[in-house]
């Protein structure tokens, strides 16, 4: 379980905002990253700011630990490949580690679930509303490279640079108050843009920027000869902007000047451009955090959209699962493993039913026909219904659990003192050491590496004490004999059966039926990588006349 959780908003939740969480949550260092901010509007190295603040951010409490699944899920990967924003046909840089992150941990509170279902749906199903929402993030990234100095190339006026940061700042205020009428809680950028705009600050800014352009307006006729110059240019009328806060008749800027001469105070348009500035973003810097972790779930409904996107397009339909009790049916339709889809290769669709949820399936069948390929899609999906996203399926039953545990990946280390049998142990140990009632259970081979007779054993002393935590288990095995047995004896409640669906010629499938395979077809794939009597003796030939031919 994350140690690391953020306190709820203690102030006005308006002053934040949170697209991710029922109740908003300051998941950023905000006294850090204000620091950082102020470090780099004033000019300063400012390193990658967002990045730094978004990595160090903690997460909402969650039952789930990612130590327990991220690894044998390769998510690292699959944020990297499957949630890749794509916006107007580019492909920005995200911040996967953070994704990553909220992703891998789910979070407890099911109403946040349901938020994130809700705005997730509505981007999807709005082409106006998503483009808003695609929009606010070309600004928010924007602001971060004038912010993080990454966009410039040499150095320029300072000051020009703080307006085009405020004037960037104000575009995004009055990009979120276009959402007032979205149907999902991205109503919250609205509540946001209107706290903000309702300030002092916010006034004195845009003044500030009017100022910048437009200290008077001026009119005039241009006469222009036939070959396109200026032949004539008469001035009509010079309007001064009067209602701004910054601007003042030309003889209350010049005694105003005359008089700080006289005091002994020298300094130039310039200084006092900087000294407005100054004070103008001293009085909206609050708002400047709020917006480095807004990039953070912008990014979250982007990557999700991405998805969408990717697998419709490779003729792949996902949705939104219904969550429902344990004692229900599962049912996964249309089922695919999205690692595939990231590697562009051609995920085989899949259905998966069985009577109830709550239980202990072994899957069997021969090797290279999908059945750890079926294990990853399971957890994926499971994760990502309880992330709030979208699952690759065409329809998906689930029940909610309270955290995944899979082990797939069993690699063997150089210094290792135990033999298989003893690192099989040691895995099976560690499965219960940190496995809860009711936890989602995902096992690759189990006990596959000793001796049948002792397998076999230890095999059915854990499927028996896994059935007393009442889990949602799936494994896979080789032990075709064994499982056939448990089939006919029916003597451990709760446990059912699944094997790869063969073809005519005893090809894979990829799909899944009921019941125990009766041969693992190791025939057909030494066949099929060349592992022969035959094959074997035309390399064995092939060696020694090679050999004659070099003595």
């Not at 910054?246 to 002994?264: C, H, I, K, N, Y």
């Not at 409904?301 to 229900?328: H, K, N, Q, W």
């Not at 309270?402 to 099976?428: F, H, N």
Request: charged share 25%; glycine share 8%; proline share 5%.
């Amino acid at each position: 379980m994350q140690k690391t959780t953020p306190p709820p908003l203690a102030i006005d939740p308006s002053l934040l905002v949170d697209l991710l969480h029922q109740v908003p949550l300051l998941r950023i260092d905000a006294e850090s990253t204000d620091l950082a901010i102020v470090i780099a509007f004033s000019g300063g190295t400012s390193g990658g700011l967002f990045q730094e603040a978004l990595d160090k951010a903690s997460i909402a409490p969650s039952t789930w630990d990612p130590r327990a699944y991220a690894d044998d899920l390769f998510l690292a990967r699959f944020v990297s490949t499957c949630l890749q924003a794509d916006i107007r046909g580019k492909k920005p840089v995200m911040m996967t580690g953070h994704l990553c992150k909220l992703v891998g941990s789910p979070p407890a509170d099911a109403r946040s679930v349901l938020l994130r279902r809700e705005i997730l749906s509505e981007l999807d199903d709005s082409q106006s509303v998503r483009g808003m929402f695609e929009g606010l993030y070309l600004a928010l990234t924007r602001l971060r490279s004038l912010l993080e100095g990454t966009g410039s190339t040499g150095t320029w006026d300072s000051n020009r640079r703080q307006l085009d940061i405020l004037e960037l700042f104000k575009d995004m205020v009055e990009k979120m108050g276009a959402f007032s009428s979205a149907r999902s809680e991205l109503r919250r950028l609205s509540v946001f843009s209107e706290r903000v705009q309702a300030t002092e600050s916010y006034r004195a800014l845009v003044d500030l920027l009017r100022y910048d352009e437009r200290l008077a307006t001026v009119s005039f006729k241009m006469g222009v000869g036939a070959d396109g110059r200026v032949r004539r240019l008469d001035l009509q009328s010079v309007e001064e902007s009067t209602d701004n806060q910054f601007v003042g008749s030309p003889v209350r800027r010049w005694m105003a000047r005359l008089e700080l001469f006289a005091r002994g105070f020298k300094f130039g348009e310039g200084e006092v451009m900087a000294r407005l500035l100054d004070a103008v973003f001293e009085g909206v810097r609050a708002e400047f955090s709020a917006l480095v972790q807004l990039l953070g779930d912008l990014e979250f409904y982007l990557g999700a959209l991405g998805f969408i996107g990717r697998s419709r397009a490779a003729g792949l339909e996902v949705c939104f699962p219904t969550m429902v009790d344990p004692s229900e049916e599962l049912r996964l339709f249309g089922l695919f493993n999205p690692l595939l889809l990231g590697h562009a290769m051609s995920p085989v669709p899949c259905d998966i039913g069985l009577d109830r949820i709550r239980t202990t399936t072994l899957i069997t069948g021969p090797n290279s026909g999908g059945k750890t390929r079926l294990l990853q899609s399971l957890a994926i999906t499971q994760l990502l219904a309880q992330s709030g996203l979208v699952v690759p399926a065409r329809q998906a039953q689930l029940a909610p659990v309270p955290t995944l545990v899979v082990s797939l990946i069993q690699e063997s280390e150089a210094d290792q003192t135990e033999g298989r049998l003893g690192m099989e142990l040691m895995r099976i140990r560690a499965l219960f050491e940190r496995l809860p009632p009711g936890a989602m259970v995902i096992l690759d081979e189990l006990c596959s590496g000793t001796n049948p007779s002792e397998g076999e054993e230890i095999f059915e002393l854990v499927i028996r004490m896994l059935e007393k935590l009442s889990p949602q288990a799936f494994i896979t095995t080789h032990f075709l004999g064994f499982a056939g047995r448990l089939a006919e004896k029916k003597n451990i409640p709760n446990l059912r059966f699944l094997q790869v669906a063969l073809g005519p010629s005893h090809e894979p499938t990829y799909q899944f039926a009921s019941g125990v395979a009766t041969t693992s077809l190791a025939s057909h794939a030494a066949a099929r990588l060349g592992v022969t009597g035959e094959k074997l003796l035309e390399l064995i030939e092939k060696n020694l006349k090679a050999s004659q031919a070099t003595s």
